[in-house]
């Protein structure tokens, strides 16, 4: 079974309207990381989170741990194109790797 | 750019070929990994070296042969590959190998075998 669920599978807004896709883990994490891609190329690195409750932004990216959940949330505000790709997110599960899920793939529509 | 380089960008190869992927970082990184990722599949760690030595082998067939001649390069050797290894093909870094390491990617190579 998979470790960690990516939901939803795929999304796709209007630009400038705001999105939420979320992260959940089976087991117990050490911390969670964001990153995101653009199709057939590398993950960039987003956010990185470690405490229950932690929340962090960069320009119009929220990413919040809800350490009770194991559940990790990226919070768009006002969507652009530069906005769509495949986001990924990876978990520590404290043993030297990091483990990812499938990706959701948001799609912006100008 | 992350700092990683990945060649070639793409590439096509037939079942009997040999080839080999090339990752380059000039981060000063100690640890560099092999992933592999497939289309509606998680990325898959393949390969993992800190200081030059291999330190995680995920059950990989041998048609893939890793090297890391020095820390800032790292090689995956293909020979005899199957068509369910068409995949994207990246590489990564880390400043040590451990938890609660930020990876940084290369661009990766788009392998396709026919």
Redesign the interface.
Known sequence: S?E?EQSPQSLIVQEGKNLTINCTSSKTL??L?W?KQKY??????LM?L?KGGEEKSHEKITAKLDEKKQQSSLHITASQPSHAGIY?C?A????????????NQVVVIP | E?G?T?TPRHLVMGMTNKKSLKCEQHLGHNAMYWYKQSA????E?MF?YSLEERV?NNSVPSRFSPECPNSSHLFLHLHTLQPEDSA?Y?C?SSQE????E???????T?LSVL
């Open positions: 998979q960690l050490y911390g990381y990153y057939g190329e590398g993950l960039i690195f990185m470690q990924l990876g520590d599960y404290g043993n030297n790797r990091l483990a990812f899920g499938k990706g | 992350t990683v990945q509606k599949k998680p990325l760690l993992v995680e994207l990246l990564a190998w451990g938890w609660q930020k990876l940084f990617f290369g661009s990766g788009q």
